[in-house]
């Protein structure tokens, strides 16, 4: 028995040999593979959120008078750095360390029928995270398993997962799996355009040779400020960029992308960080890029406006973390916009 997957993230070993799966390690980590077309490989560890299915085993072979009777996976969280749960010994009781409250899925066999071929969690790996439900054909009425996903969106932080199963003879058995889960919401946020007002005028000549200055929160919470900061996938800022859209265009125009956050700092007081904590998100030469008559080529080359005409754009800001939600589908992110008008008075 044995959990090989969480969020369709692979158990990965390190030692001995790199990035060899294999989920009867108890050091195995959540590892994914972000190459195009491996190999080479380019496995780099992750934290989940969000909806999870767990993939493994619970699979007693059915010697005369044992089979599984129920198995269940209880998650605990790791409170501090340190020395982490090690896997209990077979027929040990289960620890206090996983309170029986604290589970993300319970499957009790408790009828014959519940037992067919097509309801084991056998040998080869499937969903762990399931519950028993019905289907009929021609009248007979036959059970089923229904994977399900379990809900892990009041969870942060470093986490054990404990696979818990019995047999019918009364043995117990284990395996043990450590996550880093993480539900932080990021913030991104414009807060200020060169001090002008969204939706208000901005004209060009005024900017020849400076550029204006965009401001903003673009900042991921650690997962668990108990550990180090620099630890990933504890600290899973992602990046953000920032673009500037024409009314009519639909290629925008690239301003900055960066992957510091901003502020910088990691961690701050409660309410951190708030408007009043906002950075330099980067300084745009708006002259440059939007002045039709200046001889420097952009891309989209659309974005300009000729001289002596004015039209509406807007920024955008977007932002994203490292951590792969519902089964490997999204990543947390969020935009902001700005509005505002441009008037090409260059020249003028």
């Known amino acids: 028995m044995y959990i090989s997957r969480v969020g369709q993230i692979q158990v990965i070993s390190q030692s001995p040999i790199p990035n060899n799966p294999n989920p009867f390690d108890e ?8 190459a195009a077309s491996p190999p080479p490989h380019d496995y780099r560890l992750v934290s989940v959120g969000g909806g999870l299915t767990i993939h493994g085993a619970a699979y007693i072979y059915e010697c005369p008078g044992r089979k599984v009777s129920r198995y269940e996976i209880r998650y605990a969280r790791i409170a501090a750095p340190g020395p982490e749960p090690a896997q209990p010994a077979t027929d040990a009781p289960v620890p206090a360390t996983w ?48 994977p399900f996903a379990w809900g892990s969106g009041n969870l942060n932080g470093r986490y054990s997962l404990l696979l818990i199963a019995e047999d019918t003879a009364g043995h117990r058995y284990y395996d043990i799996q450590h996550v880093w889960i993480d539900n932080k919401d990021i913030i991104g946020r414009i807060t200020e355009v060169e001090g002008v007002a969204p939706c208000a005028v901005i004209h060009l000549k005024d900017f020849v040779g400076s550029g204006i200055n965009i401001k903003g929160l673009a900042w991921d919470p650690l997962i668990d400020e108990a550990f180090d900061h620099n630890l990933v996938p504890n600290d899973n800022f992602g990046g953000y960029d920032l673009k500037i859209f024409k009314q009519g265009v639909s290629t925008p125009y690239l301003i900055a992308t960066s992957n510091a956050r901003v502020p910088a700092a990691k961690t701050g007081p409660p309410g951190f960080p708030a408007s009043a904590d906002a950075g330099l998100l980067s300084t745009f030469d708006i002259a440059t890029v939007l002045d039709e008559g200046n001889p420097t080529p952009v891309q989209p080359p659309e974005i ?3 001289r002596g005409e004015g039209c509406a754009y ?11 939600l519902n089964d490997d589908s999204s990543i947390h992110h969020t935009w902001s916009y700005w509005p505002i008008c441009v008037d090409n008075n260059v020249g003028s």
């Open 304 to 306: 300009r406006i000729p």
């Open 314 to 324: 807007y920024l955008r800001l977007y932002v994203w973390d490292k951590t792969r």
């Open 27 to 34: 050091q195995a980590e959540l590892y994914k593979d972000f």
């Open 99 to 146: 309170p029986g409250a604290q589970k993300a899925v319970e499957l009790v066999y408790s009828s014959a029928d519940h037992y067919k071929p097509w309801t084991r969690v056998g040998l080869a790996p499937r969903e762990l995270t399931n519950t028993f439900t019905t289907f009929t054909i021609f009248g007979n009425t036959y059970q089923k398993l229904k």
